[in-house]
């Protein structure tokens, strides 16, 4: 409603109408506007942040394509069969319904960056005073030799929640008995680095259960990959021969996949495999660099505020950004759109602003209640977002401090989801 | 020796609250005693069941109408819907006259006319109600008296608006509305509580590795925001 209502008063016929019955727009007239793209952990925190601290002071719209927002983190205990999908899916019903976010699904083909103004996959333009983009990552071209997104059916990336999730659950589920399962590990930066390794952990977990003969191969061209000591102790503990990790020595970095075969080259060694999760490696999702606000891959920011450095009256959050020191996480983009939203009030409304504090900690989890965990907090320089103090699990915990720590992941879950969706 | 003695005798004299207000917790063994009277119909503990009255695990922080299983008066289911939850004040006015508090309660106890008696006993539920499996640490019970922290910094006033910012980091974990899934609530926690559990985390007094990195780095003025804020998150 509020759509049509805005591009109504848009025509100059509608000019007329409102000059003759103020009251029907008033309570909108203005007030400054802020469009928000791509409604994730990024997005949907600091649209929701900016309508609950202005208290109707701003006029928010979030553009998301998606009606149910599936969460990466959390989707690996998904394919393990820790969660059902239903668990990890998020409407944005409570957004619209007690903020006043105007939700629009639909997706963002344009930006205009000198009328301040977003054009919608529907046609509508939306005006802005402050834009904020939290698209996510896209996949660059050509990063793993055969793949494209036509094959990801046959080879899914599952590294965009919902559907290429469930299909990657349901391979595993399908494969031989004593089947390959193979990943293609991306290089850095990409979102969530222990996601990967998540992920082989749960794959090695569910197959132990329902195909224990089936193998794990991992091509990486990275030489070493994010808690890396915790994940290969639990994988010698948990899943004794079944995860091969191949780095850049043995040829990682150097993998051809043929979707059609089913096969991977991987340096010039063919395998065939049953399943096949290439992960290719990642970029700002594309409404950056159709803003033109991407140097190379990623899009810089000012860590005080998050604003793009090419561009001050957007801000960029989350995965897209090239900020410094903190992971692309979700909790990374969830504490970042906090600190946006206090400097886009402070503009905008001239609300009281601070020094901008960040934090992220990310869990994993290695076998059923094996978590672990990765944190730091971060303050924002000139230059960088940079790192002031961190900690992380360490190898031989015993069991009941994994526990807790695997508690504590499905409460940051709870947390995290009700920051971000209301 | 015996000049010690006299001396601590007189410091309780004079340190001792002319009257103890619903704010204030009293003495933990005393409390243990009059509990006896409360055992007859609550239970409290890790294997704590319903009896005539619901367990009590958890109760500080816990909604009105909130152990699993007990069929509670439609009085309080309907405060639990409200969103209710209890507090040190709420749990004191309660027992000093259950159903003078929510008319149409199951409880038939007379209530507690005394208010040493009922922080006595209040004392010791909170340092009972918590069940240590569930809540490793930081428990929203956990009693505030563990760390010393120099009365200066407990004096301090929290700036409201800039808690409110701080508190952000703090909710992308701690649910706002109180809920506890694997990590404890902190809404509505007594400020000094507050302000002593996290300078005990910054002075790595609790073991957290989150929260000493989430205390190390917040200032004493800091601390007091975001205690006030979360204090008066729990009344809204």
Redesign the interface.
């Known amino acids: 409603m509020k759509l049509n209502r805005r591009l109504f008063l848009g025509s100059s016929a509608a000019l007329t109408a409102s000059l003759a019955a103020p009251t029907v727009w008033g309570d909108n007239h203005g007030k400054p506007k802020v469009v928000v793209i791509g409604g994730g952990a990024g997005g949907a925190t600091v649209a929701r942040?900016l309508a609950k601290?202005s208290k109707g002071g701003i006029d928010v719209t979030l553009v998301e394509p998606t009606r149910t927002y599936y969460t990466c983190f959390f989707s690996n205990l998904y394919i393990a069969g820790f969660r059902d999908l239903a668990s990890i899916g998020h409407s944005y019903g409570t957004l619209a319904g007690e903020y006043g976010i105007n939700v629009i699904h639909e997706l963002a083909t344009g930006i205009d960056r000198d009328a301040k103004e977003v054009t919608l996959s529907g046609g509508a333009k939306l005006p802005y005073d402050r834009l904020v983009l939290s698209p996510g990552i896209d996949f660059v071209d050509g990063a793993v030799p055969g793949w494209d997104v036509s094959a990801q059916n046959a080879m899914p990336h599952a590294y965009k929640g919902g559907s290429q999730t469930e299909l990657l659950k349901k391979q595993i589920e399908a494969m031989p008995e004593g089947g390959l399962f193979c990943m293609i590990a991306p290089p850095n930066p990409f979102r969530c680095p222990p996601g990967p390794y998540e992920r082989i952990s749960m794959i090695a977990h569910k197959l132990s259960e329902v195909n224990p003969t089936a193998k794990i191969l991992i091509a990486d061209p990275k030489e070493k990959f994010s808690k890396q000591a915790l994940f290969e102790e639990g994988w010698d503990a948990h899943y004794g021969g079944m995860v091969e990790r191949l780095g850049p020595d043995f040829g990682g970095g150097n993998v051809t996949v043929n979707p059609a075969e089913m096969t991977v080259d991987i340096d010039g060694d063919v395998n065939t495999v049953d399943v096949c999760n290439v992960i290719p490696a990642q970029k700002a999702g594309k409404i950056c660099e159709m803003a033109g606000v991407t140097e190379g891959n990623w899009a810089p920011v000012v860590p005080a505020t998050m604003q793009s450095r090419i561009d001050e009256n957007i801000h960029v959050l989350g995965d897209a950004t090239n900020q410094g020191d903190m992971p692309k996480s979700g909790?990374a983009a969830?504490?970042q759109a906090?600190v946006a939203a206090?400097a886009i009030r402070g503009a905008l409304t001239g609300?009281?602003v601070?020094p901008a504090?960040f934090?992220n900690?990310c869990w994993s989890l290695i076998s059923t209640e094996n978590g672990v965990?990765v944190?730091?907090?971060y303050e924002a320089t000139e230059e960088k977002i940079a790192k002031?103090?961190?900690?992380i699990s360490q190898t031989g915990e015993d069991a009941e401090l994994r526990k807790?720590t695997f508690?504590?992941?499905?409460?940051?879950y709870?947390?995290?989801t009700?920051?971000m969706f209301g | 020796m015996g000049a010690p003695r006299y001396l601590a005798a007189l410091a309780a004299i004079l340190l001792a609250p002319s009257s103890v207000g619903a704010s204030e917790f009293g003495d933990v063994e005393r409390g243990a005693e009059f509990w006896k009277q409360c055992r007859t119909c609550h239970r409290i503990g890790p294997n704590a069941s319903n009896k005539v009255g619901p367990n009590l695990n958890f109760i500080f922080g816990r909604p009105f109408a909130g152990a699993e299983g007990y069929r509670y008066s439609k009085a309080m289911k309907a405060a639990g819907e409200e969103g209710r939850t209890w507090d040190l004040d709420q749990l004191d006015a309660y027992i000093t006259d259950p159903r003078g508090f929510l008319k149409g309660t199951k409880m038939t106890f007379k209530g507690i006319k005394d208010s040493q008696e009922r922080a006595d006993v209040l004392a010791w539920l909170r340092e009972n109600s918590d069940n240590p499996q569930d809540i490793?640490e930081a428990a929203p019970t956990a009693i505030g008296t563990d760390h010393s922290v120099d009365p200066e910094i407990l004096s301090i006033v929290g700036d409201p608006?800039?808690g409110?910012?701080?508190s952000?980091?703090c909710?992308?974990?701690?649910?706002?509305?109180g809920?506890?899934?694997?990590?404890p609530s902190v809404t509505g926690w007594p400020e000094e509580d507050f302000v002593i559990a996290m300078h005990a985390y910054k002075d790595k007094v609790r073991e957290h590795?989150?929260m000493?990195?989430?205390a190390?780095?917040l200032n004493n003025e800091e601390i007091a925001a975001v205690a006030s804020y979360f204090k008066a998150l729990g009344q809204e």
Not at chain 1, 388 to 391: L, T
Request: proline content about 3%; some cysteine; overall charge negative.
């Open positions: 942040y601290d909790f969830n504490s906090k206090m609300s009281k601070f504090k934090t900690t965990k944190g730091a907090t002031v103090d961190g900690f807790t508690e504590e992941s499905v409460g940051w709870s947390g995290i009700a920051d | 490793p608006e800039y409110e910012y701080l952000s980091e909710l992308t974990c701690h649910r706002a509305d809920e506890t899934d694997g990590i590795p989150v000493q990195m989430m190390g780095r």
